[in-house]
């Protein structure tokens, strides 16, 4: 079955690849071409997948996750890449996400202004209040 959701969902990859060829600036989340509801956070991973899949590079998808929004919003003097003095937000992933994009899923900490979560605890402490409703379903996503 075609719907016009998922007709939308293949008209936005087939943009954002020619844009990106054409040397467009991408950020993340602004018109997410993904499918399913939009969680932040959650949505962002199946978001940079549908750009691998759309044909950007993973290095060029995370790029997009990253400095570009930060570059977008004139704010990448203190966002968008690790550097001193910039904030310490980041994640800390399992596997390589340069090899397969889906690899961003598989966080293992968090970093919020120097300070240091564990990402299972994290989901534990919002289970059944936002998202999904246990880690399974949180992978699922």
């Not at 087939?14 to 956070?41: M, N």
């Not at 996750?65 to 003095?85: D, Q, Y």
């Not at 299972?120 to 880690?135: Q, T």
């Amino acid at each position: 079955m075609n719907t016009q959701f998922e007709k939308i969902y293949w008209v936005k990859r087939k943009t954002i690849r020619a844009f990106y060829q054409a040397g467009g600036l991408i950020t993340l989340g602004t018109d997410h071409p993904s499918t399913g509801e939009y969680l932040s956070g959650f949505s962002t991973h199946r978001e940079l997948h549908t750009l691998v899949l759309s044909g950007i590079p993973p290095a060029a998808a995370i790029k997009i996750a990253t400095i570009n929004g930060a570059r977008a919003l004139n704010v990448s003097h203190k966002l968008g890449s690790i550097e001193p003095g910039k904030f310490a937000d980041l994640f800390v992933v399992t596997g390589n996400p340069l090899k397969n994009i889906r690899n961003t899923r598989n966080v293992r900490l968090v970093m919020k202004s120097g300070q240091v979560y564990d990402s299972k605890a994290l989901l534990k402490s919002v289970e059944g209040n936002l998202g999904p409703n246990s880690p399974q379903e949180a992978e699922a996503w």
